[in-house]
């Protein structure tokens, strides 16, 4: 039987008169990688930190792993990680120091074996005594993929994970999370405005606009739904293109 990792139900949540989301429900299926897409100020990120307990919504229901986050947080966030190309490790510590930091929060066990296998797989242990503003964007980037995958996690939330990376770690970033996904079996809500990784790495896709669901389903059926042929091939941009265009 599928085993649903993450459902959001009726989600809403307002700033003052401005309504940031308006209604959304969706669920993750264990190993599924759900792409989640939508314009600038769609309301993807609101929705990831609603998931992640660090916004309140003012309506509507938040399951991990069958249980309701706002009875059981602390527990279930040590199961879950994230990773943002927007938000840094912290400035003054070297990666390493960050990634001690991080495994310890999240009680990793044998972590300096688990550190040094990530730096290893993202191309990072030349840089491992680098403080963090001393770093690239793209680097930075990759630290916080490394952060993201210390604690295994069952679910990830990758918020624009390789904004700032060039092409060629982008196209290895891809592997290295499918791979590592299947190994551990990891469910992963993934946004991206670059719709190649999105066609790469999602199996179904979620199209958000002004805080609601507009459209979903594979990346080809939402390619043959929205672009009303017979394509063969996704093709994400022009429906990104479409959609955001419709309202
Ligand atoms: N703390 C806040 N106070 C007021 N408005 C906010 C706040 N946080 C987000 N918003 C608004 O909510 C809307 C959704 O923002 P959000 O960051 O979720 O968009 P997004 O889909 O992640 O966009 P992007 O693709 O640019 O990252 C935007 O219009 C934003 O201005
Ligand atoms: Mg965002």
Partial sequence: ???????????????????????????????????????????????????????????????IFGEDVKKNRSEILKQVNYASAEYSLPWNLSLWECLLVYGRLYEVWDLK????????????????????????????????????????????????????????????????????????KMSILYTSHNMWEIEEMASDVVFINHGKIIAQGSPLQLTQQVLKGEAAEPNLRDVFIQLSRQQ
């Fill in 1 to 63: 039987m599928t085993k649903i990792i993450l459902e959001v139900k009726n989600l809403k949540k307002t700033f003052g008169q401005f309504v940031a989301i308006e209604d959304i429900s969706f669920s993750l299926e264990e190993g599924q990688i759900l792409g989640f897409l939508g314009p600038n100020g769609a309301g993807k990120s609101t929705t990831i930190y609603c998931i992640l307990g660090l916004v309140d919504p003012d309506f509507g229901s938040i399951n």
């Fill in 113 to 184: 074996k688990r550190i040094t296998e990530l730096l290893d797989v993202f191309e990072m242990s030349h840089l491992k005594t680098k403080a963090i503003r001393d770093l690239s964007f793209g680097q930075r980037a990759r630290g916080n993929l490394c952060k993201a995958l210390l604690n295994k996690p069952k679910l990830l939330l990758l918020d624009e994970p390789m904004a700032s990376m060039d092409p060629d770690v982008v196209d290895k970033g891809i592997s290295l999370i499918k791979q590592i996904q299947i190994e551990e």
